[in-house]
């Protein structure tokens, strides 16, 4: 995987988020976030 170059993955690895409108991108980023605070919680 390449490291992302646009800024917007919150991994710092490409995962196709520069394809996404400002729109698509702020809902992944939310999804993201909740789905790592969940995980967090878990351990």
């Known amino acids: 995987m390449a490291e992302c170059g646009c800024g917007r993955s919150p991994t710092g690895q ?6 996404l409108s400002e729109e698509e991108y702020q809902q ?7 789905k790592a605070a969940e995980e967090k919680d878990e351990d």
């Open 14 to 19: 490409c995962i196709g988020w520069h394809n």
């Open 28 to 34: 992944k980023l939310k999804e993201h976030q909740e």
